[in-house]
T-cell receptor, first 111, second 115 residues
């Protein structure tokens, strides 16, 4: 079955510390990978995506994610987080017939 | 273009009542999706339209749920005889069908509370 796993439901981290949010997905021949962010009481916003080419993709606000085909992972990282990064982060996979979301990781940035 | 618009933002209803939500997608997007999100969970697929045709429905979409997109523009999602288990955030998204990989643009959602 097609599935997306985010093992960490909550990640607390101090401001300016690095963070990694993990995402693993069930393998398929061809997938496109996405990270979405959801701030309280808002819809989901696309953070970044991997379609092809370089396995490292970056967003405009300092996040990056690396596609690892052998480990079927697409972990999200940021070297130094801000208070404003506090939100829920969802990994999503386009399997072609289905677009599947992970359960989400709540990132809490502490002062 | 102001993105995907959903109305109302919040809806409180009594159990057994019918409710209807509206979604206005990005105008040039021909695909429209409905998702449901409960607390602490990722969005779960309900149904999607390509233009006015409803192409797929999840088994989560019981016979109390119906969605329409009559002219291939806005869409409505109706829930009849609401139950407390229907309480959730209902998200609408739209996308272009030019090939895969474009991702979805989401609205801000309608939060339904059934009391």
């Amino acid at each position: 079955a097609q599935s997306v796993t985010q093992l960490d439901s909550q990640v607390p981290v101090f401001e300016e510390a690095p963070v990694e949010l993990r995402c693993n997905y069930s393998s398929s021949v061809s997938v496109y990978l996405f990270w979405y962010v959801q701030y309280p009481n808002q819809g989901l916003q696309l953070l970044l995506k991997y379609l092809s080419g370089s396995t490292l993709v970056e967003s405009i606000n300092g996040f990056e994610a690396e596609f690892n085909k052998s480990q079927t992972s697409f972990h999200l990282r940021k070297p130094s987080v801000h208070i404003s990064d506090t939100a829920e982060y969802f990994c999503a996979v386009d399997y072609g017939q289905n677009f599947v979301f992970g359960p989400g990781t709540r990132l809490s940035v502490l002062p | 273009d102001t993105g995907v618009s959903q109305n109302p933002r919040h809806k409180i209803t009594k159990r057994g009542q019918n409710v209807t939500f509206r979604c206005d997608p990005i105008s040039e997007h021909n695909r429209l999706y409905w998702y449901r999100q409960t607390l602490g969970q990722g969005p779960e697929f309900l149904t999607y339209f390509q233009n006015e045709a409803q192409l797929e429905k999840s088994r989560l979409l019981s016979d109390r749920f119906s969605a329409e997109r009559p002219k291939g523009s806005f869409s409505t999602l109706e829930i009849q005889r609401t139950e407390q288990g229907d309480s959730a955030m209902y998200l609408c998204a739209s996308s272009l069908v030019l090939g895969r990989g474009y991702g979805y643009t989401f609205g801000s959602g309608t939060r339904l509370t059934v009391v």
